[in-house]
């Protein structure tokens, strides 16, 4: 494993070079995706289905699906307000997931999961799967002589196949029915796909073989890493918030000038105008602080023969035989790349060019940087402040760790530098023990 620690040879890793991705992730998305995703895809291939799906994940459509996911996010308040009242333990990162994947639901394919009401057999076996899956580079050498894992693996996928073949086909037929005025269907990422599908293939009777695999493969990526990370991303920044009053306080004080005195409103007033978004400059900033902390991915490739990194006195690094592991967490918290990096900044991401808290090129890399940067960066970022805009000024969100180390007789707790909402990997870096906290109204 050859481990890089440096934005420069980040930067040659991933934007100036197009790297394969390690066998590793390859292997654990295999059995939810079968490899038919833009994550594991390569080559000319990766392109044609990245040009495909871009459209969906514009700045610009985003907010077109604003309005679903202020719907979705009542039923979250609804969740925080239960728990205010019985003053009992919620593990926030539990109901985060839930919300993220009945957003991510809405801008895919315009379809609730419901997952935060009820049980719905796509998503519970999407994160069953999830469960099951390996990179191949356990600790623990018996996970690899789990004999049932492929009978796991294939009725998970069976159920999931199913689910999304049926809603496909649907979305399919209603597109065909309304003919030219396609702006009738919806305008989901998968809508957008297939609008341009049937733009191409004005005489097919029905989806083909080869778009369907991949668009059902595509639906299932957006699923796992559109709830998976940006759960963790809002779980993060409630927690950073808890710690810093100060920068809460001006949080809140943002939200006031925005979208006015009542918070109980914003919801409609988000609905009416999702541009407002756009003005939360120091709410993003706050967001992309608490990403600089807990990034909760990292840039994995396949060493090449032939392809050295250099660092800045001219020495080079083969790669050939490695894993490289670009260590987002390493870079982010480095003290030669970033000034007080252990300390929460906001504003390190407000000043100009030449003060010395302005964010080092190629530094910041929560979504990685290059073509292969996450799809789906601006959709994640917009959902966490919604979040924060429906909820921030209402509710008073605490870790309750110390309650919850009694309540499982384990009064120390662990933590790490210092902190007991460490970040654990679970596909993603997750916060530990699911983030258990106490809700107060303000």
């Not at 929560?366 to 966490?384: D, H, M, S, Y």
Request: net charge neutral; proline share 6%; aromatic share 10%.
């Amino acid at each position: 494993m050859l481990i890089v620690l440096d934005p420069d040879m980040m930067y040659q890793l991933t934007q100036a070079n197009q790297i394969p991705k390690d066998k590793g992730i390859r292997k654990f998305l295999r059995p939810l995706t079968g490899e038919k995703d833009l994550v594991t895809l390569e080559g000319p291939e990766w392109k044609h289905w990245r040009s495909r799906f871009n459209p969906g994940f514009s700045s610009a459509h985003i907010l077109t699906l604003v309005p679903g996911m202020v719907e979705e996010t009542i039923i979250f308040k609804n969740i925080l307000s239960k728990h205010a009242e019985s003053g009992d333990i919620l593990h926030l990162e539990e109901a985060s997931l839930n919300l993220t994947i009945d957003i991510i639901g809405r801008a895919v394919m315009d379809h609730s999961f419901h997952s935060q009401t009820r049980y719905n057999e796509m998503t519970a076996s999407l994160r069953n799967q999830l469960l099951w899956c390996t990179t191949g580079l356990n600790a623990n050498p018996l996970e690899y002589f789990n004999i049932f894992r492929p009978f796991v693996h294939l009725f998970n996928s069976w159920k999931m196949n199913r689910y999304l073949v049926k809603e496909l086909d649907t979305r399919y037929t209603s597109l065909q029915a309304n003919g030219s005025d396609k702006n009738n269907l919806g305008k989901s990422v998968i809508d957008l796909a297939l609008a341009a599908y049937v733009d191409e293939t004005p005489s097919a009777t029905g989806i083909n073989t080869t778009f369907k695999d991949f668009a059902i493969s595509q639906i299932k990526l957006f699923v796992f890493a559109g709830h998976d990370t940006t759960s963790a991303a809002a779980v993060f920044t409630y927690h950073l918030l808890s710690q810093n009053p100060a920068v809460l306080a001006k949080v809140r004080e943002e939200h006031d000038h925005i979208f006015g005195d009542g918070s109980s409103s914003v919801g409609d007033v988000i609905s009416s105008n999702p541009a407002l978004l756009n003005r939360l400059v120091f709410t993003l900033a706050v967001i992309k602080e608490s990403l600089r902390i807990y990034p909760t991915v990292a840039a994995l490739r396949d060493g090449q023969f032939g392809f050295f990194l250099q660092d800045e006195n001219g020495r080079k690094f083969p790669t050939e035989n490695c894993l490289v592991w670009g260590d987002h967490y390493a870079v982010h918290h480095n003290p030669y790349v970033w000034p007080r990096p252990e300390d929460f900044l906001p504003e390190r991401w407000m000043v100009s060019e030449g003060h010395p808290l302005y964010p080092p090129k190629n530094a910041w890399r929560p979504f990685e940087k290059g073509p292969r940067n996450c799809i789906g960066q601006e959709l994640a970022l917009t959902e966490v402040k919604v979040m924060l805009a429906m909820t921030i000024r209402e509710f008073k969100i605490t870790d309750a760790y110390t309650a919850f180390d009694l309540i499982k007789g384990n009064p120390i707790g662990a933590n790490v530098n210092g902190q007991r909402a460490y970040m654990m990997l679970r596909g993603g870096g997750h916060p530990a023990d699911h983030y258990p906290c106490k809700v107060a109204y303000t």
